[in-house]
């Protein structure tokens, strides 16, 4: 009988055929716990935990889509930089030339792509999302190489890396067309179209 009672946790022993009583637990609710769940804890722990990684997910994320996003108006200006820096000789020639290349590089970039006039603005858009475009493909499909001292070799796409490249460039050129819309309405960007 001992040991009966023992392994039901000090209640009396139950008859043949009757249910054993239920634990009445009730918990006090309070603002921060409405709902006196008892697990309140690990909630919020896990809540943090949430918070946590995904806001260091969003910032991956975010990261990258600001690369895409600004690869084909950085690659332009820093590629021409870098190129233009090696032919000067000495330490600080280098760098002046360097930094003038790619300054007028990003000005001359910055000027087509503020137009609002659509003779310049599509042609302009839809060629900066096929060079990006095209890029990353050359990128992708070349063997090891450095950017700085030796470019990719140049061959040509297939149909299917065609189609692949038309597709992207297409998508890219919408994004840019959205991105840059309201970019063309501001002041100073009136400024620098040169169709009125």
């Not at 990261?63 to 950085?74: A, D, E, R, S, T």
């Not at 890396?161 to 994004?175: E, M, N, P």
């Amino acid at each position: 009988m001992s040991k009966r009672k023992s392994s039901l946790g000090g209640l009396p022993p139950a008859k043949a055929g009757e249910r054993l009583p239920r634990l009445q637990t009730i918990i006090a609710t309070s603002p921060e716990n409405p709902g006196g769940d008892p697990n309140i804890r690990p909630h919020e722990a896990g809540e943090a935990a949430g918070k946590v990684i995904g806001g260091g997910l969003g910032v991956l994320v975010g990261g990258l889509l600001i690369i895409l996003m600004l690869g084909p108006i950085l690659w332009a200006p820093l590629w021409a930089g870098l190129r233009a820096a090696r032919f000067v000789p000495g330490p600080w020639w280098t760098w002046l030339a360097g930094l003038a290349v790619g300054s007028a590089a990003a000005f001359a970039q910055t000027v087509l792509l503020v137009q609002r006039s659509p003779i310049l603005r599509y042609p302009v858009v839809a060629l900066f999302a096929l060079i990006w475009v095209g890029g990353l493909w050359l990128e992708f499909t070349s063997p090891r190489h450095d950017w700085i001292t030796t470019a990719p070799a140049l061959h040509m796409p297939g149909p299917w890396s065609w189609t692949l490249i038309g597709l992207g460039t297409v998508i890219y050129a919408g994004i840019y067309l959205l991105a840059l819309a309201p970019i063309g309405k501001s002041r100073w960007a009136k400024r620098w179209q040169l169709i009125k």
